[in-house]
C-alpha cells in the first residue's frame, strides 16, 4: 500500500467513529422499559419524575459489579435527600433468587429490579459489558454512559450540576 494514502485513511476512519459515537450531540431519551423490582413493584424508567437517577446494569457474577456496589450505596445514600437515586438492574442471565440474596446480604439502599427478559438492556442499547451505567437528568434523558465502576468524583460533580436549582 502507498504510504501516502494511509494517513488520510485512518483520519477518515477516526473521524467516521467519533461521529458514530456523538450521536447527535443531544440526550437521548430513556427508552420507555419497565423494570420488575425486587419488592413486588415496577418502575417505568421512561417516565420522568423530577429525580436525577444512575440506571446501573449489572450481574451477580460479575467481580466489578458486585466491588462497585458499595460505592453506589454511598453515592445514593449522599445524594437522595436532594433527588438522586440509583436504580440497579440485573441482568436477565441473573436468577432473581440470588439478585435478591445478594441485595438483601449486602444491605443495599436503593431499588434493586431485574430484566427477566433483556427489554432494558435491548431498550438502553443493548448492554455489552457489567457493570454498565446511565445518568439521567430530572426529565429522562440520558446525560452519560459509564462503562466499568464510575470516577466518584466526576459522577458527584455531574450529579451535583444535575441536581442544581433550575433557574
Excluded at 7 to 26: D, E, F, K, N, Y
Aim: proline fraction near 8%.
Amino acid at each position: 500500500m502507498n504510504r501516502k494514502w494511509v494517513s488520510p485513511l485512518v483520519l477518515v476512519a477516526l473521524i467516521a467513529v467519533v461521529w458514530l459515537l456523538r450521536g447527535s450531540g443531544h440526550p437521548e431519551q430513556v427508552p420507555p422499559v419497565r423494570i420488575a423490582l425486587l419488592d413486588g413493584g415496577t418502575l417505568d424508567l421512561g417516565q420522568p419524575d423530577g429525580r436525577v437517577r444512575l440506571v446501573n446494569f449489572w450481574s451477580t457474577s460479575c467481580g466489578p459489579c458486585i466491588r462497585g456496589m458499595p460505592g453506589l450505596a454511598d453515592t445514593h445514600r449522599r445524594y437522595a435527600g436532594r433527588g438522586f437515586e440509583v436504580v440497579a438492574v440485573a441482568m436477565s442471565y441473573d436468577a432473581p433468587v440470588q439478585v435478591q440474596a445478594f441485595a438483601q446480604r449486602e444491605r443495599l439502599p436503593f431499588r434493586v429490579g431485574f430484566d427477566p427478559v433483556a427489554e432494558a438492556d435491548h431498550g438502553f442499547g443493548g448492554i455489552r459489558a457489567t457493570p454498565t451505567s446511565f445518568l439521567v437528568d430530572r426529565d429522562g434523558r440520558i446525560v452519560k454512559r459509564i462503562i466499568g465502576n464510575p470516577d466518584h468524583r466526576q459522577l458527584d460533580a455531574l450529579i451535583d450540576t444535575l441536581l442544581a436549582p433550575r433557574s
